[in-house]
């Protein structure tokens, strides 16, 4: 399960900057995606919320998967975190 390992350090990746930005709640997290990926987000969807639960802090993030245009980029890259502080 791909989709699991990279939704496990996709909470890794938000827990550390709770923890140094120190926000109310972490609203959406944007990832972009190689086009040809063989990444399920359906799979990462599920496994985000499944992982974040519990979590208060980013427990309810919503996760937005943007299709990069570019068959060169990496297969995942985090374009932005959004916030509240």
């Known amino acids: 399960m791909h ?15 709770c923890a140094e930005k120190k926000p109310q709640k972490v609203v959406r997290l944007t990832l972009k995606v ?24 980013f427990e309810k993030a919503r996760l937005k998967i943007i299709k990069n ?5 990496r297969e995942i890259v985090v374009d932005s975190v959004e916030i509240l502080v």
Do not use: H, R, W
């Open 69 to 73: 245009q570019d068959p060169a980029s």
């Open 34 to 57: 190689n086009p040809y990926s063989c990444l399920s987000q359906e799979s990462l969807s599920f496994a985000f919320a499944s992982l974040a639960e519990g979590k208060k802090l």
């Open 3 to 17: 989709e699991l390992k990279v939704a496990a350090t996709l909470v890794e990746f938000l827990e550390k900057i």
